[in-house]
């Protein structure tokens, strides 16, 4: 059973950045990954992913703002957040999923999630 257990959110000013933590129980490297987030009232949306040989997919709203990364050694994921804007604030949660096949920015393609991280934009 693999856990998940996100952290790093909080509350920032527009223009600022975060950096979110995502710590695995279980070596990740044979896992694909991804951000999420969900703004109340929202749907769940993928924000970012990266895959088994580290190529990555970003969406459109934060192509060029985010970044997402891992350390393998330390089975923990990363979004590094800049230019922060207030269209940003969500709950952020971290996915994994050892199936790589299907889109990766659809929620019910993973498995497994964290509990959330707030990240709130002022």
């Known amino acids: 059973h693999v856990q998940l257990v996100e952290s790093g959110g909080g509350t920032v000013q527009a223009g600022g950045s975060l950096t979110l933590s995502c710590r695995a129980s279980v070596p990740i490297n044979r896992y694909c990954l991804a951000w999420f987030r969900q703004a109340p009232g929202k749907q769940r949306e993928g924000v970012a992913f990266?895959?088994?040989?580290?190529?990555?997919t970003y969406a459109d709203s934060v192509k060029g703002r985010f970044t997402i990364s891992k350390d393998n050694a330390k089975n923990t994921l990363y979004l590094q957040m800049n230019s922060l804007r207030p269209e940003d604030t969500a709950m952020y949660y971290c996915a994994a999923e050892d199936y790589c096949g299907g889109s990766w920015d659809l929620p019910e393609n993973y498995l497994y999630w964290g509990q959330g991280t707030q990240v709130t934009v002022s």
């Open positions: 990266i895959d088994t040989d580290d190529s990555t």
